[in-house]
């Protein structure tokens, strides 16, 4: 079964730093991959995805993931955070490979601090 | 971007009150799915529609109904309103036809069950 598992439920950084939102999947086919983010009173909005294309993806705002096959990871990173990245992060997968059905994680809420 | 409209935006009722959650959609997608999140636990499948006359039960569908009315219409409905349903309420569209795999999702519907 497809499964995700985001390490952490919090991330705190400052302004202009590097952020790193870490993500780890399981799956017993090749997967689709996905980031959303959800920024307060607002509905999810696709950062990313990976397809089996190339391994790293680039997104919206800066961000990108690389998909790690050898460590089932997918972790999302920012060389350097803005304050209008304070919002909750969630990592997808696709449930199947014939079927466009998701399974979230629990979400990783990010604050910037000035 | 107000491709996924949710009405209504929030919502406060009763205990055994029957409710009924809108969504419209412009993007011409065939299919439309109901989440309900919740503080930890991320999104989860309650209800999928691939068109108007094919709906499927997701995860967790018990104490719940859908209507498709139309290709850009999915209504949820809670037959009889319970505590444990207050939650934050997403409809969100994908058209798989296309290959691309994404899910749109809209501003979502804040329940409180009183």
């Known amino acids: 079964a497809q499964s995700v598992t985001q390490l952490d439920s919090h991330v705190s950084v400052s302004e202009g730093t590097p952020v790193l939102l870490r993500c780890n999947y399981s799956?017993?086919?090749?997967?689709?991959l996905f980031w959303y983010v959800q920024h307060p009173n607002k509905g999810l909005q696709l950062l990313l995805k990976?397809?089996?294309?190339?391994?790293l993806v680039k997104g919206i705002n800066g961000f990108e993931a690389e998909f790690k096959k050898s460590e089932t990871s997918f972790h999302l990173t920012k060389p350097s955070a803005h304050m209008s990245d304070a919002a909750e992060y969630f990592c997808?997968?696709?449930?199947?490979?014939?079927?466009?059905?998701?399974?979230f994680g629990t979400g990783t809420r990010l604050q910037v601090f000035p | 971007d107000a491709d996924v409209t949710q009405t209504p935006r929030n919502r406060i009722t009763k205990t055994g009150k029957r409710i009924m959650l809108e969504c419209s959609q412009t993007?011409?997608?065939?299919?439309m799915y109901w989440y309900r999140q919740d503080p930890g636990l991320g999104l989860r499948l309650i209800y999928y529609?691939?068109?108007?006359?094919?709906?499927n039960k997701g995860e967790i569908s018990d104490g719940y109904s859908v209507s498709r009315q139309a290709q850009a219409k999915f209504s949820l409905s809670l037959e009889s309103a319970i505590p444990n349903q207050t939650a934050l309420y997403f409809c969100?569209?994908?058209?798989?036809?296309?290959?691309?795999?994404?899910?749109?999702f809209g501003p979502g519907t804040r329940l409180l069950v009183l």
């Open positions: 969100a569209t994908s058209d798989l036809g296309t290959k691309q795999e994404t899910q749109y």
């Open positions: 799956s017993s086919y090749s997967p689709s």
């Open positions: 990976y397809t089996s294309a190339a391994t």
């Open positions: 997808v997968v696709r449930k199947s490979y014939n079927t466009d059905k998701l399974i």
């Open positions: 993007k011409g997608h065939d299919r």
């Open positions: 529609s691939f068109d108007v006359k094919d709906i």
